[in-house]
């Protein structure tokens, strides 16, 4: 498996992981949560207890992010999400479970971050455990905290695809802002970015009689067009922009992102 990192690429998106792992842990605990990549660290994931996942995204066809969580990690912060959760007895599957949820919601953000880099929309793909640990002393050693307590470390790689694809848009970069600087800032559209939309989850839809309609009573249940696997849509004013799937964040529930639909599909989804 072909790796690159030691460059700035690497460390941009890593950095940019990080500042996302810390809010995900707080969420989930309750408890503050800190991610902090460590420069030029010599560390290398010690392969005890470990728990590997490969990413994928939809930057470049293969490109990937490797992660490597030490037990520290993942068995802290799977236990305190169940904790929070009243579940005070659970056993390692169970935990190494929980911190995956942890892990998913720090790594979906990353699709906005490449997709800002790459001026495209970029999704991710589902993820997968590794069956062994990859050969490189070029991890990027990420430290993480939890209620202000060192808890251990997060390694994290980038496939050559996806150092590739994030390359990229490093040799056009200047000539970019050169041209943002000239544009002159539109106020019209400054305005319009505090406009609030409503925003809406849709788990499905149902059509019926109405003979059928006014019989409902409490207790009916009405079957929808969807399945319990298919992702449920994000709406914003009455279109739909988005797919994800439900989470609970601190009792609330909540939508992962998992797809951003494209223009053409949001116009055929406008009603």
Not at 77 to 92: C, K, Q, R
Not at 207 to 229: C, F, H, P
Request: proline fraction near 6%.
């Amino acid at each position: 498996m072909s790796t690159v990192q030691n460059n700035s690429e690497a460390t941009w998106l890593c950095e940019a992981w990080a500042s996302h792992i810390g809010p995900a842990i707080s969420a989930m605990t309750g408890q503050p949560g800190e991610a902090i990549v460590i420069p030029d660290s010599a560390a290398t994931p010690n392969p005890a207890g470990l728990l590997l996942w490969r990413q994928p995204f939809g930057a470049a066809p293969g490109a990937e992010l490797l992660v490597a969580v030490s037990a520290d990690v993942w068995e802290q912060v799977g236990g305190l999400v169940l904790t929070s959760a009243g579940l005070e007895e659970s056993d390692p599957a169970e935990v190494r479970g929980t911190f995956l949820e942890v892990l998913q919601q720090s790594l979906s953000p990353l699709c906005a971050v490449l997709g800002s880099r790459l001026r495209r929309e970029v999704h991710i793909h589902p993820g997968e455990p590794m069956d062994e640990l990859p050969e490189s002393n070029e991890w990027q050693t990420i430290q993480v905290q939890v209620a202000g307590r060192a808890t251990g470390l997060i390694w994290a790689l980038c496939n050559l695809p996806l150092h590739q694809a994030i390359a990229i848009p490093s040799e056009s970069a200047t000539t970019e802002t050169g041209r943002s600087k000239a544009q002159k800032p539109s106020k019209t559209l400054d305005l319009l970015m505090e406009v609030e939309l409503p925003v809406g989850v849709s788990f499905g839809r149902a059509q019926m009689r109405l003979k059928d309609a006014i019989k409902l009573t409490t207790g009916s249940i009405v079957e929808l067009n969807r399945s319990i696997s298919e992702p449920v849509e994000i709406i914003v004013n009455n279109c739909v922009i988005a797919r994800g799937e439900v989470v609970v964040v601190e009792g609330n529930y909540g939508v992962r992102i998992a797809q951003i639909v494209s223009r053409e599909e949001r116009l055929r989804t406008l009603f």
